[in-house]
Structure formats: structure tokens, C-alpha cells
């Protein structure tokens, strides 16, 4: 027999005893039995990819060849693995011919694991090969090796599965059972030839990767139509292997006492390595926990977002650990109202946030769908867990308690989906309170959870709960932050007397979400109104404090009607007297709509831009610039620039234009040609805005935006009278209202109208020292009715007794009127009332 042909063929299931029992003839015993329990060994498992890379190296990999996990996932597994390389002859005292269609070679310092496994490393192979091969391992001596590799096909970037075990383990009988295992070879057999072969199925999973249900079922079935891996004894003996971990430790810690006590034997130190520390058989169960923790801990907790946060939490444990993984969090941490306070119990309702499976899709969606609420029965182990912050196994959920759990669910029988599975629930803790806790289920098939998995799990939770806290903090406070900054900014109408209005305001991204940026706008007598955006330097709590009150002021110095220059010169006074170190832009415009004009000053802001109606063009309008308010000492400008109706103005702050590392007036162009653009709406238009400058990346500073569009008042929608100083003049003052509201056919809002004008003017005929008084309708959305006198002195609303002649007028005017109020002018006071027009 030409023995490098005899060295290259594969053992197949063809081979040896499956040949026999093809001819009829039972397996004879070879002339020394196999020591006994010989096919329980530790079993080495690499995976090899698509690119010829180490995707899995198992611990037994790392006993076996001396190379960490870390350092062998990625590589090239032909530099890893060794493979043939010129064959030496075999041994006198090991006859070549009795390994039955195998490969035996005995290498140097770098053996290789023989022929057959180079040519699978380069998929030259389509079917399964084994050989031995004896190789050197750093610090140990030269080992015996198994090796069974098996190509894989499927979906998956698997390619290659190799197992490989030391021979030497299987040396622990008599002298006949050692020469017996000197002439073992590796091989291949139909499983289904051994007694207990389905129990040898089932445990043929746990040498895998961890991985999916499907990915494992496809990986064994593969496996087992190729051939379960066997030790051959002779051509007729074979024993099927059965994975025993717990082999390994015995043969490491029995070689490591021997190399202990050589060196103390010689009066050497023993080395730490050599140190007996007294692990148990679970070492290597406990170390890849320990893995699989740290693994998990760098997968959660990459972002403060709290939805992101518990999907990550839930997707780390499917399906390495789990099955099937949901997630529950009370109801408060999912509103983010701040730390829950007290023990749950029957009425607290937990929030499903995430769910995670390996079934098919959509199968548990519709059953247990993402977001709805519920609360557990004290009888159920999700009360037990969330109650006493302890996890709760269920080996196997029996019949009774998967009716028990499926009678929370209205309408909807999940027992199919959770009986006969194995459950672990482990609560999510933070400072000793339950946040929330996590169901994991597995399949069936699957191994089921233990009291190391219970350990694993509780610790997975403790992890992940502090990670949900985090983000649950985070949350929480940026929910105080934005609650605060809507507080504070004005939800101004968007429609005022001649103008409608449009704002946008965008939080900072990256220097805290509150900040001092505002915009607003007050209602002013004569149909004007105030339109003013500010921005006060710095960003948190102390420039939000700053913003409220600049704000607040501006809103009462605008009451008093003072003119634009002035009030910037009073609030600027205010900055100081508030406190050093507090600096503002402020921008303030008065939009008059009867006479088409605006009146404007700036205090260091951005200069707004106005868009014409006529062509369409935008324009930067140069105002004097003014320092910052709390700057202190120096004036104020104000200018008057015309406007047309349909005019656009837009004011905005800093943070919308200014990128670092570019020109500010880059941002200006921008804005002013984006303010331009054509919209359908006010709406439309602020996003046609924010999107052509808050694309541009790089944004830090928060944004405020405010747009109005200046439809104007045309003259023949205002009407004034003036009346001397007659008390004969109130009825010539209703007379005219009454004429002038029929004249615009407003007739059935004559009646009200003239009752509170007769009020106003005789209260003005009563306090005026000159005269004359006058009364001005303006027509729009509503009915505005201004009286003017020259008196300073505002009125105010008094309770008039039965016996009272005064006090009564500005009674019936709160009752009729949409709206009312006074404001001082420049000759006296203004007293004025709103009222609403019939729609038509």
C-alpha cells in the first residue's frame, strides 16, 4: 500500500467498522479494549470564516496550542493551526498500517497537525478530514493530537469547524489501555450507530460557539451528516466522542502539580503559573461568564439615550445567553418623572420598552407588543423578582404556571410561546431600587438555566442597571431643562393686529440644552406691536435666570409704550444693577401698520433681515450696532425704515449664522438669501430658514428665529373721531360708532360697541384737562377700539357697591369685552377693548 496516498484519504464514514457492519460481520474487539470512559475528552473548537480568519478559539484552544483568544480571533487560521509540511516516517514501535485510513506524523518544535487539514484551511476539501499529528506547545510538552475538521455551508460566515483533542488525556488506564490509545486514530461514523446516540446529539451543541437556535441546528445537522467524530482502536473498534470539560482541568492541574513539585524537589522557586490555586471543575464555565460579562459591558451604555440604552441592554443577551429577552421599566422612569420612590407592587404598571427573540419575525410582536403597560399579580415570578430585587429561575415552565402568567394578557394566549421553556427573571437595580426587570426565556431545545446562570444574570442586570440609570438621570434632567426653557419662552399669538408671526427655537446640541436665547412680542396701542429677540451670553441655569428676567422687562417697558432707544438705555440700567459679569444682544422693533413703518434699535445684536414683497429681494438692514446690554455707558440709536404690506422681517440670534472656523457673514449671505426663498407658509418658510443653516454642522450655541410677515392696515379699515370736552359729546360718540360699524357692516356688534364707548369716553371727558378726546375703531380679526385724553393717570377696575355712582364702567367693559386694557402714551393714556366680530 502506497503509504502518502493511504496519509491523504480522509476517514469517512465508509471507513473501518461502518465498512464492517456493511458486510455483515460484528465489530471485533481489538486485542486491548479501550481504557474506559475513552471517548470522554476535552475538545479544542475553532471556526474558521469565509476569509480564512479565526472567528471562534475556545478556551480548550488555548490549552491546547498555547495561543490566547485574543490573540487568535482575526487571524489567518493557517498561521495558527498547523499544517503538513514534509513527513517524517513513523515510529518502528507505531505501525503505520494499523491506523486505518489516517494520517500519523510526528513534527519538531513546529509540527503541524498533519495532512488533510491544510488542504480544508484552503476549502481544496469538501467533505470532513481527521488526523494526528504531535506538535510543541510553549512551557508544556510535546502533545498528541485528534483532529476532526468539517466543512460548512450555509448563510452563516462559518466555513470551517475544526475540533481537535490531546490524546494524552486518554492515557490514565493500564499499561494495555495506554497501547491501545498509542494506536487510536480519529474518524468519522454515522451517530445514529451508538447506543445513546441522541444523548450524544443534544450534547454535541454545547462544544459550539455560542450562537443563535438556528444557527446551532444548522451547524449540528451539518455535523451529523458528515459523521459523528469517533476514536478508532482498530478497524473495528470505535468509540464516539463525548465531551467531557472537566477532563482538561484534571489532566492541567494534575501536570502542574508534577512541574511543581520537580522544581521544589530541586530547590527551585515554584513559578506562579505552577501554583496550585485550588480551582474546581467549573474554571472554565466561570471564566467564559466572566468573558461574556465584560463583552456585554462594553456592548451597553454607549449613549445617555434611554430608548437606545434599553435596546442595547436587551440585544446583548440574544442569543448568546438567551432566547427571547423583554424588557420592563416602570412607569415613571419611562415619563422620566425622576427616581421612582417605595416597592412596587399589584398596581404599579411596568412599561414593555424592548423586546428581542430568535423566532421568526412578527411572532411575538403582535401578542406582547413594544410599549404596552401592565401590572403582575403577586403570584406570578415578576412580582417575586420586582418585590424582592432578586432573580427568580424557573427550570421549566409547566402547564399551570404558563396559564397563570397567560391569564394577564386580555384576548391573547401566549402559552405557546412561553411552556415548556426555561425563564430567568433578574431585576434592573439602581441605589436599591427596581427601575425594572428583564424576562429571558429559552428554547426548549436549549440547555436550561442554572444556578450560574442565575448568578451570570443577576449580574447582567446589576451592570445594566446602572446604565439605565445613567440614562434615566440624563433624561430626567434633560427634561427639567427643556420644561424650564419652554417656561420661559413666550407661546406668543400668531397672529397679531396687521402681522402674523412665526418662531422657531432649537436647543443647544452640545453645551447644555438650556440657554439664554428668546424671542417675544407684546401688543401695543394704536394696532403696533413689539417684536424682540435677545440673546444673553453663556448657557445653563444662570443665563436661563438672566434670560426670564430680561425678558419679563422688556414685556413692562413695552407696556409703557417707551420708545425703542429708551428701552434698550433702562434695561441695559437693570443688566448692571442685576449683578457684574451679565452681558445680552437685544434686538427691538415696533411694527406700526397703519402708517407702514418700523422703529428699531439694536444693543450688539445681529442686524435682522427684511424681505421685500415687491421683487422679492433681502436685505441686511444696517442699524446702528450699540453695545451689549450690562455693557453700561453707552447710547442708543434707533432708525425708522419704511415697509409695504407683505414685507417679511427676520430677526434671529447668533447661534443660527455662527459655525466656528467660519466667517460670520458667510452665515449672514446664507440667511439672507435662504430668507428669500419662496414659501407657502410662515411655517414653511422658518423651516426653509433652519434647514439651509442648521444643515451645515458644527451648531453648539442654541437658536431663536422670529418672522413676521407685515400684511399692514389700510386706511379704510381705520376710522377716527376727536369729541371736545362736552359731556353732550358721549352720544354723538355712540352715534358715530353705530355709524361707522354699519358702514363696515359690523351692525350686530353696534350694540356692545357703543355701550363700552360710551363708558370710555366719559370716564375721558371726566379726567381730561384740555381735551380733545379721541376715539379710534380699527377693523381686522377683531374689533379694536382705542380712547385717548390727555390724562396720565390709568384707570383701574373698581368693585362698586349698590349705592356707588362710579366704578361701574370699566366693570361692563371687563364683562363685553374680548379684551382690554390701558397704556400710558406720550400725551396722556390710551384705554382700549377688543371685541370679537361674528363670523361670516
Not at 50 to 58: A, D, I, P, Q
Not at 65 to 81: Q, S, T, W
Not at 425 to 446: D, N, Q, S, T, Y
Request: aromatic residues 6%; contains cysteine.
Amino acid at each position: 500500500m502506497d503509504r502518502g496516498t493511504e496519509r491523504d484519504a480522509p476517514f469517512s464514514r465508509g471507513a473501518g467498522g461502518e465498512a464492517a457492519d456493511r458486510a455483515g460481520r460484528a465489530p471485533a474487539r481489538a486485542n486491548s479494549d479501550p481504557p474506559v470512559d475513552a471517548g470522554r475528552v476535552p475538545l479544542a473548537v475553532v471556526v474558521v470564516d469565509r476569509e480564512g480568519l479565526v472567528s471562534h478559539w475556545s478556551t480548550g484552544a488555548r490549552r491546547l496550542f498555547g495561543v490566547g483568544k485574543d490573540e487568535a480571533i482575526g487571524r489567518p487560521a493557517i498561521d495558527l493551526l498547523p499544517v503538513a509540511g514534509a513527513l517524517p516516517e513513523p515510529d518502528d514501535d507505531l505501525p503505520y498500517d494499523d491506523f486505518p485510513g489516517g494520517a500519523y506524523s510526528e513534527y519538531g518544535a513546529y509540527d503541524g497537525l498533519g495532512p488533510g487539514l491544510d488542504s480544508s484551511l484552503d476549502r481544496g476539501l469538501g467533505y470532513p478530514a481527521a488526523g494526528r499529528a504531535r506538535l510543541t506547545v510553549p512551557e508544556r510538552d510535546r502533545v498528541d493530537v485528534l483532529w476532526w475538521a468539517y466543512p460548512l455551508v450555509g448563510p452563516g460566515t462559518e466555513r470551517l469547524l475544526v475540533l481537535a483533542a490531546d490524546a494524552t488525556v486518554l492515557r490514565q488506564g493500564e499499561p494495555a489501555d495506554a497501547l491501545a490509545v498509542e494506536r487510536v486514530a480519529p474518524g468519522f461514523a454515522v451517530h445514529t450507530d451508538f447506543p445513546g446516540a441522541q444523548e450524544l446529539a443534544r450534547r454535541l451543541p454545547e462544544i459550539l460557539p455560542s450562537m443563535s437556535v438556528g444557527e446551532s441546528a444548522r451547524i449540528v445537522g451539518q455535523v451529523l451528516e458528515l459523521g459523528y467524530p469517533v476514536l478508532e482502536f482498530s478497524h473495528n473498534d470505535r468509540v464516539p466522542v463525548t465531551p467531557d470539560w472537566g477532563v482538561a482541568r484534571r489532566v492541567e492541574r494534575r501536570e502542574r502539580r508534577e512541574h511543581a513539585a520537580l522544581a521544589a524537589a530541586e530547590g527551585l522557586p515554584i513559578p506562579e503559573h505552577l501554583a496550585d490555586d485550588g480551582d474546581d471543575l467549573e474554571y472554565v464555565a466561570v471564566r467564559e461568564r466572566l468573558e461574556f460579562l465584560n463583552e456585554v459591558s462594553g456592548r451597553i451604555g454607549t449613549s445617555l439615550d434611554l430608548s437606545r440604552t434599553v435596546v442595547e441592554v436587551s440585544r446583548a443577551v440574544v442569543p448568546r445567553f438567551t432566547d427571547v429577552a423583554g424588557t420592563y421599566l416602570r412607569e415613571q422612569v419611562v415619563a422620566g418623572e425622576g427616581f421612582p420612590d417605595g416597592v412596587p407592587d399589584t398596581t404599579t404598571m411596568w412599561h414593555r420598552v424592548a423586546l428581542e427573540h430568535t423566532d421568526e419575525p412578527g411572532r411575538w410582536d403582535d401578542v406582547v407588543p413594544v410599549g404596552e403597560a401592565m401590572p403582575f399579580p403577586a403570584h406570578t415570578p415578576f412580582f417575586q423578582c420586582m418585590t424582592t430585587g432578586e432573580p427568580v429561575l424557573v427550570p421549566r415552565i409547566g402547564e399551570q404556571l404558563g396559564h397563570a402568567i397567560a391569564s394577564q394578557f386580555d384576548k391573547r394566549d401566549i402559552r405557546p410561546l412561553i411552556t415548556g421553556r426555561s425563564m430567568l427573571v433578574v431585576p434592573l437595580k439602581a441605589r436599591g431600587v427596581v427601575l425594572g426587570f428583564m424576562i429571558m426565556l429559552r428554547h426548549p431545545e436549549r440547555v436550561e438555566f442554572n444556578d450560574m446562570d442565575r448568578v451570570t444574570g443577576a449580574e447582567l442586570a446589576a451592570r445594566a442597571g446602572l446604565v439605565l440609570d445613567n440614562a434615566r438621570m440624563y433624561t430626567y434632567q434633560e427634561s427639567v431643562a427643556e420644561t424650564l426653557q419652554d417656561s420661559m419662552l413666550p407661546h406668543i399669538p400668531r397672529r397679531m393686529a396687521g402681522c402674523d408671526i412665526a418662531t422657531r427655537y432649537l436647543p443647544g446640541t452640545l453645551l447644555g440644552r438650556v440657554g439664554g436665547d428668546w424671542f417675544d412680542s407684546v401688543k401695543l396701542h394704536g394696532a403696533r406691536t413689539a417684536l424682540v429677540v435677545g440673546d444673553v451670553m453663556g448657557h445653563g441655569l444662570n443665563s436661563a435666570a438672566m434670560m426670564g428676567q430680561l425678558r419679563t422687562a422688556v414685556q413692562t417697558m413695552a407696556a409703557l409704550d417707551l420708545p425703542p432707544a429708551q428701552l434698550l438705555r433702562n434695561l441695559d440700567d437693570l443688566a448692571q444693577r442685576l449683578g457684574d459679569g451679565y452681558l445680552a444682544t437685544c434686538l427691538y422693533a415696533v411694527y406700526d401698520p397703519i402708517v407702514g413703518e418700523l422703529h428699531l434699535a439694536n444693543a450688539g445684536h445681529i442686524p435682522p433681515v427684511l424681505v421685500r414683497a415687491a421683487d422679492g429681494r433681502s436685505e441686511l438692514l444696517e442699524l446702528p450696532t450699540g453695545a451689549p446690554i450690562g455693557v453700561g455707558g453707552v447710547p442708543f440709536e434707533a432708525v425708522r425704515v419704511p415697509v409695504a404690506p407683505g414685507d417679511r422681517l427676520v430677526m434671529c440670534t447668533d447661534g443660527l449664522v455662527e459655525m466656528r472656523g467660519e466667517d460670520i457673514g458667510v452665515g449672514l449671505a446664507t440667511l439672507c438669501e435662504s430668507a428669500a426663498h419662496p414659501a407657502a407658509s410662515m411655517d414653511d418658510a422658518c423651516d426653509t430658514i433652519i434647514r439651509a443653516l442648521n444643515t451645515r454642522g458644527g451648531r453648539k450655541d442654541d437658536v431663536a428665529l422670529l418672522m413676521a410677515r407685515l400684511g399692514g392696515i389700510a386706511p379704510r379699515d381705520v376710522a377716527e373721531r376727536r369729541f371736545p370736552l362736552d359731556p353732550a359729546e358721549v352720544g354723538r360718540a355712540r352715534a358715530a360708532v353705530r355709524e361707522q360699524l354699519h358702514d363696515w357692516g359690523l351692525g350686530e356688534s353696534a350694540g356692545p360697541a357703543e355701550l363700552m364707548v360710551s363708558e370710555l369716553v366719559t370716564n375721558a371727558l371726566r379726567h381730561s384737562r384740555r381735551g380733545p378726546v379721541a376715539v379710534r375703531l380699527i377693523r381686522g380679526d377683531t374689533l379694536l377700539c382705542e380712547v385717548d385724553d390727555d390724562d396720565h393717570e390709568l384707570p383701574t377696575l373698581l368693585s362698586a357697591g349698590p349705592g356707588d355712582e362710579v366704578g361701574r364702567g370699566l366693570r361692563v367693559v371687563s364683562t363685553l369685552a374680548r379684551e382690554w386694557g390701558a397704556s400710558r402714551t406720550r400725551t396722556g393714556k390710551s384705554v382700549w377693548f377688543e371685541l370679537t366680530l361674528p363670523r361670516r
